[in-house]
């Protein structure tokens, strides 16, 4: 196929540059034609596949399958279609590197990757899709970024079918998975499932453990033999290093009869993590994340909940009630100085240690998770969970769980949680349980949690977020969640996405604003997202509302929300109408939102302005069910 060179547009997207090329595409970093991102374009290589109808079908079906995926370690797909005679999908574009360029890398970062690509499989399998072709090429290593560390996301669901599909789309004895990585069912054209995933899994996390395949071969029919007759070589006997408990572990996922393989891939790589961390020589370097795998009952691994007690009869906490965490730090004021926290002690009449208490805080692109753990006994009520993010469609969901302490073990870096259950969903499709979990302590003091759902969520402590800050601490102590934490460099993820960053007023802003402190959110942004600052006055403004911040006489109204004990005072551009205006570059509409008397962050101001939306859209779309806490 004609290369495409930077500056060519197609479908309105310009090229950016050459990125690689798939087994039936080439990839190139495009620029979105609307908002102002990269992405991740991919163009059917038709020259060498003329007259293959059945490449042209994969080709469809690879956006056709993952575009209904959402999980954090899958390659999201934006849009597909056709333009001046070639095939193309737009998809997440990956900052890093494949697997397949890494080399010497450490054991447990082979493992953690491993377990993050276990967790995307897992997830594909629960929506009835196979991948077919797991190998470190397929895999996107992620660079750290704005806070988020690390992150492996499984891409190329080109060969990917539907497991109670009957078209087959490959005929027998075509192979089109990479040989070195394919199962023995693959290879040989017995029918595949999950396992299969896990095997080619498995060659792929050996492979990042030593920088050798598990098998030695060099042709096809050699790969055929080695699949299905050879036994594979022991992983530390490879690189010796490396403890001998593995053996078994990496033995079992590449078992040539898929019954004998792990229930779920989860399962092995969480066993092959156990496994690594056995050895006396590396258990006391053992990172604080580490949980030995829970032995699974028989049958499947989602049997794991059956059998537990029922949640004792609580009454939870809905949106409109301000958590008691939360309400106790603003009822004593919003101060500039921050105490350290207790992490080491466990309160009387309680089981939980009191470093896991307390409001911890994660966002993943454009969803917020927000985690309560409160002090309680087994079988007691002790953890609550809200996410908030946006649907596909664009449509926004919430949902609120609830799940009790199940046991904390020894080590007292673990909580063990049970079976979660729905306290609040909107809409009610869009909200799913999470099985029995682990709370883990990381070493940087976040909390980690796998969850079947979601996968892999790390959070920060809301004291970590506003320490991160500064002297705009108390802004994000008042409003962790709409700003995040700070990174190192400068910015931070805030609420469905947000880039938000410390920027006081200067002599180019409204000079009443001068000597306050301000975290600007989305300043940059032209794709349309809200726009938000907040203000942090140190005390109630004396000035009103429309001297600051507008001429003249500016319309005020009251507003209610659920995090608000009162009602709020919205004052807004005057001289527009807040159902039909909508923001624009000529026409900018400004809405200021402060609290009432007697509340805490009555010092704070903060001001909205959503490009292409009314004032009406911004209080019933946006700030209705923005968290103000």
């Given at each position: 196929?004609?290369?495409?060179?930077?500056?060519?547009?197609?479908?309105?997207?310009?090229?950016?540059?050459?990125?690689?090329?798939?087994?039936?595409?080439?990839?190139?970093?495009?620029?979105?034609?609307?908002?102002?991102?990269?992405?991740?374009?991919?163009?059917?290589?038709?020259?060498?596949?003329?007259?293959?109808?059945?490449?042209?079908?994969?080709?469809?079906?690879?956006?056709?399958?993952?575009?209904?995926?959402?999980?954090?370690?899958?390659?999201?797909?934006?849009?597909?279609?056709?333009?001046?005679?070639?095939?193309?999908?737009?998809?997440?574009?990956?900052?890093?590197?494949?697997?397949?360029?890494?080399?010497?890398?450490?054991?447990?970062?082979?493992?953690?990757?491993?377990?993050?690509?276990?967790?995307?499989?897992?997830?594909?399998?629960?929506?009835?899709?196979?991948?077919?072709?797991?190998?470190?090429?397929?895999?996107?290593?992620?660079?750290?970024?704005?806070?988020?560390?690390?992150?492996?996301?499984?891409?190329?669901?080109?060969?990917?079918?539907?497991?109670?599909?009957?078209?087959?789309?490959?005929?027998?004895?075509?192979?089109?998975?990479?040989?070195?990585?394919?199962?023995?069912?693959?290879?040989?054209?017995?029918?595949?499932?999950?396992?299969?995933?896990?095997?080619?899994?498995?060659?792929?996390?050996?492979?990042?453990?030593?920088?050798?395949?598990?098998?030695?071969?060099?042709?096809?029919?050699?790969?055929?033999?080695?699949?299905?007759?050879?036994?594979?070589?022991?992983?530390?006997?490879?690189?010796?290093?490396?403890?001998?408990?593995?053996?078994?572990?990496?033995?079992?996922?590449?078992?040539?009869?898929?019954?004998?393989?792990?229930?779920?891939?989860?399962?092995?790589?969480?066993?092959?993590?156990?496994?690594?961390?056995?050895?006396?020589?590396?258990?006391?370097?053992?990172?604080?994340?580490?949980?030995?795998?829970?032995?699974?009952?028989?049958?499947?691994?989602?049997?794991?909940?059956?059998?537990?007690?029922?949640?004792?009869?609580?009454?939870?906490?809905?949106?409109?009630?301000?958590?008691?965490?939360?309400?106790?730090?603003?009822?004593?004021?919003?101060?500039?100085?921050?105490?350290?926290?207790?992490?080491?002690?466990?309160?009387?009449?309680?089981?939980?240690?009191?470093?896991?208490?307390?409001t911890w805080l994660a966002t993943e692109g454009q969803t917020n998770y927000r985690l309560t753990v409160e002090q309680g006994k087994p079988q007691d009520s002790i953890m609550s969970s809200i996410v908030d993010g946006v649907?596909?469609?664009?449509?926004?969901?919430?949902?609120?769980?609830?799940?009790?302490?199940?046991?904390?073990?020894?080590?007292?870096?673990?909580?063990?949680?049970?079976?979660?259950?729905?306290?609040?969903?909107?809409?009610?499709?869009?909200?799913?349980?999470?099985?029995?979990?682990?709370?883990?302590?990381?070493?940087?003091?976040?909390?980690?949690?796998?969850?079947?759902?979601?996968?892999?969520?790390?959070?920060?402590?809301?004291?970590?977020?506003?320490?991160?800050?500064?002297?705009?601490?108390?802004?994000?102590?008042?409003?962790?969640?709409?700003?995040?934490?700070?990174?190192?460099?400068?910015?931070?993820?805030?609420?469905?996405?947000?880039?938000?960053?410390?920027?006081?007023?200067?002599?180019?802003?409204?000079?009443?604003?001068?000597?306050?402190?301000?975290?600007?959110?989305?300043?940059?942004?032209?794709?349309?997202?809200?726009?938000?600052?907040?203000?942090?006055?140190?005390?109630?403004?004396?000035?009103?509302?429309?001297?600051?911040?507008?001429?003249?006489?500016?319309?005020?109204?009251?507003?209610?929300?659920?995090?608000?004990?009162?009602?709020?005072?919205?004052?807004?551009?005057?001289?527009?109408?807040?159902?039909?205006?909508?923001?624009?570059?000529?026409?900018?509409?400004?809405?200021?939102?402060?609290?009432?008397?007697?509340?805490?962050?009555?010092?704070?101001?903060?001001?909205?302005?959503?490009?292409?939306?009314?004032?009406?859209?911004?209080?019933?779309?946006?700030?209705?069910?923005?968290?103000?806490?």
């Amino acid at each position: 196929m004609t290369e495409l060179r930077p500056g060519e547009v197609l479908a309105g997207y310009v090229i950016q540059r050459r990125v690689g090329a798939g087994g039936s595409g080439v990839v190139y970093a495009a620029r979105h034609p609307r908002l102002p991102r990269l992405t991740a374009l991919k163009i059917l290589k038709r020259d060498e596949y003329a007259g293959h109808e059945g490449v042209w079908r994969r080709f469809e079906r690879e956006a056709d399958i993952a575009a209904h995926f959402d999980h954090p370690n899958i390659v999201q797909i934006f849009d597909r279609g056709v333009a001046e005679d070639q095939y193309w999908i737009s998809m997440q574009y990956v900052d890093g590197v494949d697997a397949g360029e890494l080399h010497g890398i450490s054991p447990d970062r082979a493992l953690r990757l491993g377990g993050e690509i276990a967790g995307a499989l897992d997830y594909a399998h629960g929506k009835g899709v196979l991948h077919r072709d797991v190998k470190p090429s397929n895999i996107l290593v992620a660079e750290p970024d704005s806070g988020r560390p690390e992150r492996a996301l499984l891409t190329d669901f080109g060969i990917a079918r539907l497991r109670d599909e009957t078209t087959k789309l490959t005929q027998t004895g075509n192979i089109s998975a990479t040989f070195a990585f394919a199962s023995p069912e693959q290879v040989s054209g017995k029918p595949v499932g999950p396992h299969s995933d896990q095997y080619s899994l498995a060659c792929t996390l050996f492979v990042l453990l030593t920088d050798h395949r598990p098998f030695k071969a060099d042709n096809p029919l050699g790969w055929v033999h080695a699949h299905t007759q050879e036994d594979p070589l022991r992983v530390s006997a490879v690189r010796p290093d490396l403890p001998a408990a593995l053996d078994p572990i990496l033995a079992r996922a590449l078992a040539k009869d898929p019954d004998d393989r792990y229930p779920t891939c989860a399962e092995f790589t969480d066993a092959a993590l156990a496994a690594y961390y056995s050895d006396p020589a590396i258990a006391v370097t053992a990172p604080a994340r580490f949980v030995p795998p829970t032995p699974s009952r028989p049958g499947s691994a989602w049997a794991i909940g059956g059998g537990r007690k029922s949640l004792r009869q609580r009454i939870f906490r809905h949106r409109a009630v301000i958590p008691v965490v939360v309400a106790a730090v603003l009822a004593a004021g919003v101060g500039i100085a921050l105490a350290q926290r207790d992490t080491t002690s466990i309160p009387d009449g309680g089981a939980v240690p009191a470093k896991f208490l307390g409001t911890w805080l994660a966002t993943e692109g454009q969803t917020n998770y927000r985690l309560t753990v409160e002090q309680g006994k087994p079988q007691d009520s002790i953890m609550s969970s809200i996410v908030d993010g946006v649907l596909p469609n664009g449509s926004p969901f919430h949902c609120e769980f609830a799940a009790p302490l199940d046991q904390v073990p020894a080590d007292g870096d673990r909580v063990l949680i049970g079976q979660s259950q729905i306290v609040t969903r909107e809409p009610a499709n869009a909200c799913r349980a999470n099985a029995p979990t682990t709370l883990n302590l990381l070493s940087d003091g976040r909390l980690s949690r796998k969850t079947d759902v979601s996968g892999l969520i790390t959070y920060t402590h809301v004291e970590d977020v506003a320490k991160s800050w500064g002297t705009d601490a108390p802004i994000a102590q008042a409003f962790p969640t709409l700003v995040g934490q700070l990174s190192a460099a400068g910015r931070s993820v805030g609420w469905q996405g947000a880039s938000c960053q410390k920027r006081d007023p200067t002599t180019t802003d409204a000079p009443a604003t001068l000597g306050s402190h301000r975290i600007v959110c989305n300043a940059e942004d032209n794709s349309g997202q809200m726009r938000f600052d907040l203000f942090d006055f140190g005390t109630r403004p004396g000035r009103p509302i429309a001297d600051l911040f507008f001429t003249g006489t500016a319309p005020a109204q009251t507003r209610t929300h659920p995090d608000v004990a009162g009602e709020l005072t919205v004052t807004t551009t005057p001289g527009i109408d807040p159902a039909k205006d909508r923001d624009t570059d000529a026409q900018r509409i400004y809405t200021a939102v402060t609290f009432p008397d007697g509340d805490p962050r009555s010092r704070f101001v903060l001001v909205l302005r959503w490009p292409g939306h009314t004032v009406d859209n911004t209080l019933t779309d946006w700030l209705a069910r923005a968290p103000l806490r």
